[in-house]
């Protein structure tokens, strides 16, 4: 066994503090990366606090990870030592059914394995995520990274990157197309980037007006403040896309009012109560809603090599290990812009 450095919380709502533990040796279809960088996810909040049920502690989170291949196995052909590349959310998967073969993982019908807070395929297996310093993962949910990008600005592409490209791939925006972001957070932020590169005419929808320039800094082309109840009339029946990646209650109607004739709005957060939605704005326009998860291992690889080309990374904030607590307590506040990252050689 591999012995590993780690920052894990020992139960719910526990800050998270040092802890060593073992990971597995490389086998033969294995990658061992020295980790260098690991993105800080709001998700990573929610199963620390225990806040979706079913966590297991301790728990190390982290699913945004990048750094440098020190080993592999001896079967493993796509990587060597020296290698950069990175792990996101997933790190394992049947493999064999429908959604699988289709490079869909993230919606393996038998049991797909989360980076962290979940079980191997054994069932039994706890897996631990990227708040540590080494991880050992099979070549298959293995990501290549591009030495062209600032490896600790590539990190959050793993989560929030792929969370945002996958549904403007899914719903096919084109140049000309007119898409909305609700929440100028990590994910929004991406999707703001994101959508811009693709040639779609980008507005932010916000509660904050605050946020105005950062929103046109990233690319977008309009501003809207949803508490002015004359900007948000002017983009009445207007976008043909909405990403909507708040996970605070909040009410939908009033985005889906928004979309034209056949839009659709996706959701990406997960609010804490269901959301109420009025029938007659659906049917009124044959307006879709519709959520996405993620990405699978060929479209994330996908996004990385289209964000390599086009020069798109996250906006960071890099912090030392020890100083995750805080970072917990800024995120819950939105304050930051727009992912922490950790650097591990401050483990």
Known sequence: ???????AAAQAKAPLAPFNFQRREAGPHDVIIEIQYCGVCHSDIHQVR??????????VPGHEIVGKVI?????????????????????DSCRTCTSCVQGLEQYCEVHWVGTYNSVEMDMKTPTYGGYSNQIVVDEG???RISEKLDLKRVAPLLCAGITTY?????WKVRKGERVGVVGLGGLGHMAVKLAASMGAEVTVLSTSPSKEKDAKDLGAHKFVVTKDEDSLASVNNYFDLIINTVSAPTDLNVYLNLLRLDG??????????APQI??????????RLAGSLIGG?????EMLDYCAEHNIMSDVEVIAMKDINEAYERMLKGDVHYRFVIDMATL
């Open 264 to 273: 659709t709005m996706v959701l990406l957060g997960v609010p804490p109560e």
């Open 71 to 91: 080993k592999v196995g001896e079967h493993v052909k796509n990587f060597k030592a020296g290698d950069l590349a990175g792990v996101g959310c997933l790190v």
């Open 297 to 301: 291992i060929p479209e994330t690889q």
């Open 166 to 170: 996958s549904p403007l791939r899914q």
């Open 141 to 143: 949910f293995v990501l």
């Open 50 to 59: 225990d806040e979706w049920g079913g966590s297991i502690f301790p728990m």
């Open 278 to 287: 009025a029938a007659f704005n659906l049917i009124a326009k044959r307006r």
């Open 1 to 7: 066994m591999i012995q590993v450095k780690g920052y």
